[in-house]
């Protein structure tokens, strides 16, 4: 039972600790509580001039950011609530524009593409977790929630700015985007009686999704290019 579980005594026989020192909880020892996140970015743009008054001009920009951070929600040194968020995010953007520039006339042409492409994943270790335990008896270790997106956007867009006479100037501008965006998310238990190669529960009782056996859903095609 729940009761007779090592990691279920260390939760429930942890001491109230006084409030403002944080230094003074516990933690799961097998638990690394550490993270290792990065970001980088890369960005480029040249400019061509065609004519005294026509100017072509490419901006690219590459980033990537990665986060893998492990930490305890229940400061002690059972599983309760022992989580690690990691995933990772990668961005692209192209543009070129088309310059025209005089005394008089002011315009502007050009055209954009973006691209995104992100991995959210969530662990949640809760062996030791009371509520892990359903009327059946089966008890879930660990849980997995993991959310994955992709996104294309293209542009297109023209401004003018036209000086008529020395006290009349006229502006306009027009833009067209275009979104293309696919998802897909799933929760699933990935540790059952202690054995995480079991048959997942959830998965026996609801089907499966299009990513991994569990509760999910998808829109689109988010793995692929």
């Known amino acids: 039972t729940f009761l007779q579980r090592q990691g279920a005594i260390d939760y429930l026989s942890a001491p109230v600790l006084p409030r403002g020192d944080h230094r003074t909880a516990e933690w799961a020892r097998d638990w690394k509580n550490d993270r290792n996140n990065s970001y980088y970015q890369l960005t ?4 061509l001039e065609v004519t005294d008054a026509i ?6 920009a590459y980033a990537k950011s990665k986060v893998d951070t492990f930490f305890t929600e ?3 040194r059972a ?3 022992a989580d690690r968020l990691f995933g990772n995010l990668k961005t692209f953007n192209q543009e070129v524009r088309l310059a025209y520039d005089t005394d008089n006339t002011h315009a502007i042409v050009g055209a954009s ?4 492409k992100s991995v959210d994943l969530t662990y949640y270790g809760i062996r030791d977790l009371s509520l892990n335990t359903t009327l059946t008896g089966e008890v879930f270790g660990d849980v997995m929630s993991t959310i994955r997106q992709r996104n294309k956007s293209y542009a297109g867009f023209a401004n003018l700015e036209q000086k008529l006479t020395e006290n009349l100037t006229v502006n306009g501008g027009i833009r067209y985007t275009q979104n293309k965006l696919s998802a897909a998310n799933c929760n699933y238990d990935g540790d059952v009686n202690g054995n995480p190669t079991s048959s997942q529960l959830l998965s026996n009782l ?3 999704s299009t990513i991994v056996p569990g509760f999910g859903a998808s829109v689109g095609n988010p793995n692929s290019d």
């Open 44 to 47: 480029f743009r040249g400019d």
């Open 55 to 60: 100017t072509l001009t490419s901006i690219s």
């Open 74 to 76: 229940d400061a002690t």
């Open 79 to 81: 599983h309760g609530l």
């Open 113 to 116: 593409y973006d691209w995104a």
């Open 206 to 208: 609801f089907g499966t």
